[in-house]
């Protein structure tokens, strides 16, 4: 980390605490009722976002599955166009048609998050082939949760992708539950999720999701590996969801998990994690996290109130845009 | 040459050779698609013409290779996934129906265009069973975003193809077995037949006949057997099942005032349930007769030719059908007796 200079951990830093607080924003707003789709906020899992795109360029591409707002954010994404889609809105990154769970932004790179489990994983092989087929030198990386890990199309993506040595890097997040099914009923105790990547041959490593640094550096070495001709890569970050599911609340009364459990996480904050060393180091100091949170709070609120001026799209929208010309 | 003759197969390889000739984007995979019979022939040789990165064998994965040919589209290529079975892909449906057909729609036309041509085969006889002769047409015809084309002759295949391949969006293009060694007039050089556009192949003025891919043969064998006692049947080649030719159906019905649907899959909840629902809906006064469906029974394919035979209708059942619409009585088998039922034409051989 000493190595690692001041400007890009303050960077690192900013990218977390702007995530964080557009999304406790979308939180807050949600009891209003005006956001008429599902959320599924990343609190807690900012680290792997924004660590993994750091190492991207507007060229590379993204894709994700329904937990994409970090994504999104920390590929480049346009912030008033996801809020505007979450409100409906015309404006809206898809026209309002897509809401939450289907953020797009080409012009970052950013080639779309479906709402399947894992079904934009084969697709950002996809895309990696059809760098490959033109001689561009591009990296793909797919995000997803451990439970697409569970899906048969993860394998054979896998396999395809190993076999043709594609420019690759799959992004696990193990934020260890699937809605509120735990890792324990879903996969056998024991197993890694790493495991089952290396069962295909491909270089796959494990590492702390909620260390940025180590996020970032990890993935900037998968990356260039695999942008460089290396092959695929694959790489488990673990992590935890804050907040419930889908929704704003704190769910860890209702009984799938505990408090306590919860709390332990907690600690492991990542973006306090990082603030905590850079204070110490003096690479940041008070007046500068003050600075930060005010600018992205001006930022979501200008966001917040372009979606919420926005209009909706006209009823005779419904049947546009089925097919392409 | 004017004349010229070749195959369905062989229609299928020509546009597939031109389109990858004229756009370097067009790329074709699937499993076999490469090896020595070449998907029955529609396949064969362009590997070696194109080279193994644009003319590819794939894993048996299904649904991740249509995942795979997606994800190219989104990007610029124009990928055509091949599946000697139509039941084969139902493993894809998730990628096919819940993403490819959704694209468009669902980020507000700003996702990038999906450029996408799944060819899918449905079997039939020598004992292709249950799991090998699915005609699933309905299946994908039924999700707005997905096209779907199933030509009967070899003019139709080689444009359809060539318009599909063009088309910007996910089109499902189905192949009869029974096509695949017919032969027909077509010409050389690159041209299209425009997807959404059905076409008469038989003028009549008594009873429309609307089918599609191999029951418009047999639709045209049991128009000549009507035409022996005065029934003149006209019979419409649907071609594209979505988009429907809509007007084509009820303008022939506008003339005939009768209309029997002939299509290969099942009759249930079928082309032609919707077919008969659409002219009862426009064009209900100018029915005199009440429509007829014929299709397959509500059981699965049987593989053993001894009941198969029952399960699939033929020429005769869709001249008794119309035939009754004139007080007639059925008519007998209208097949060449020479040629077991379980093949198209003696040309067959087993296994295929």
């Known amino acids: ?325 | 040459m004017p004349d010229r003759e070749i195959t369905f197969a062989q229609a299928v390889r020509e546009a597939t050779d031109l389109c990858m000739a004229e756009d370097p984007t067009v790329y074709l995979m699937g499993l076999g698609v490469p090896d020595p019979k070449g998907v029955f022939g529609t396949t064969v040789g362009l590997q070696e013409k194109y080279g193994p990165d644009r003319v590819f064998d794939v894993p048996t994965s299904e649904n991740a290779m249509t995942g795979v040919a997606v994800g190219s589209a989104l990007v610029g290529m124009r990928p055509i996934l091949v599946h000697q079975r139509l039941d084969f892909a139902l493993l894809s449906m998730e990628q096919i129906v819940n993403q490819a057909a959704n694209w468009h729609y669902m980020f507000g036309g700003r996702g990038g265009n999906l450029p996408l041509v799944i060819r899918l085969v449905v079997g039939r006889g020598w004992g292709q069973g249950p799991q090998h002769s699915q005609s699933l047409q309905a299946w994908f015809a039924h999700v707005p975003g997905l096209k779907v084309v199933m030509p009967t002759v070899p003019y139709d295949a080689k444009g359809l193809l060539i318009a599909s391949i063009q088309d910007n969006n996910p089109v499902i293009f189905i192949e009869h077995r029974w096509l695949h060694n017919v032969k027909g007039h077509v010409p050389e050089g690159v041209y299209s037949v425009p997807l959404g556009a059905a076409r008469v192949v038989r003028e009549g003025s008594d009873v429309t006949i609307a089918s599609s891919s191999y029951m418009t043969l047999e639709a045209l064998q049991a128009a000549e057997v009507m035409s022996e006692d005065g029934i003149e049947a006209e019979v419409l080649d649907i071609r594209t099942l979505r988009p429907l030719d809509q007007e084509a159906i009820l303008d022939s019905v506008g003339k005939t005032g009768r209309l029997i649907v002939a299509d290969t899959g099942w009759k249930s909840f079928g082309i032609g349930a919707e077919v008969v629902a659409f002219t009862a809906e426009r064009a209900f006064a100018k029915l005199k007769h009440p429509p007829h469906r014929i299709g397959l029974p509500d059981c699965p394919s049987p593989s053993t030719p001894a009941i198969a035979n029952r399960f699939y209708p033929r020429a005769a059942e869709i001249a008794s059908a119309g035939r009754a619409m004139f007080g007639l009585s059925p008519t007998g088998i209208v097949e060449e007796p020479s040629v077991p039922e379980d093949i198209p034409d003696p040309s067959f051989a087993g296994p295929f």
């Open chain 1, 1 to 325: 980390m000493s190595s690692m200079n001041a400007a890009l951990l303050r960077d690192l830093y900013f990218g977390m605490l702007r995530i964080r607080i557009i999304e406790e924003r979308i939180a807050d707003l949600y009891y209003e009722q005006e956001m008429r789709c599902p959320v599924h906020l990343c609190i807690g899992q900012e680290a792997v976002s924004v660590g993994v795109c750091e190492n991207l360029s507007v060229d590379d591409y993204v894709m994700s599955g329904h937990r994409s707002h970090g994504h999104y954010l920390a590929k480049g994404g346009d912030l008033p166009a996801m809020m505007a889609e979450m409100y409906g809105k015309v404006t809206g990154c898809c026209q309002g048609k897509g809401g939450s769970m289907h953020l797009l932004d080409r012009s970052v790179g950013f080639l779309g998050a479906t709402a399947i489990v894992g079904s934009t994983i084969p697709m950002s092989v996809g895309a990696a082939r059809a760098s490959v087929m033109r001689g561009e030198e591009r990296a793909v990386v797919s995000f997803f949760g451990e439970a697409a890990c569970e899906e048969g199309v993860f394998h054979e993506s896998l396999n395809f992708a190993a076999l043709e040595r594609l420019p690759v890097v799959f992004v696990c997040e193990n934020n260890l539950y699937s809605v509120y099914s735990p890792l324990g009923v879903r996969q056998p105790e024991g197993q890694s999720v790493i495991d089952l990547a290396q069962g295909h041959g491909i270089e796959s490593h494990e590492a702390d999701g909620n260390d940025v640094v180590e996020v970032y550096n990890l993935s900037r070495r998968l990356i260039k590996e695999a942008r460089g001709g290396g092959g695929p890569r694959f790489v488990e970050f673990k992590t935890y969801r804050w907040r419930e599911h889908c929704g704003p609340a704190y769910d860890n009364e209702i009984g799938y998990r505990t408090e306590v459990e919860f709390q332990q996480w907690k600690a492991r904050c990542p973006i306090e994690r990082l603030e905590t060393r850079l204070l110490e180091e003096g690479t940041l100091s008070p007046p500068d996290i003050k600075r930060m949170r005010s600018q992205v709070g001006e930022e979501i609120e200008n966001a917040v109130a372009y979606a919420k001026q926005s209009s909706f799209p006209d009823e005779s929208n419904l049947m546009e845009d089925v097919y392409a010309p």
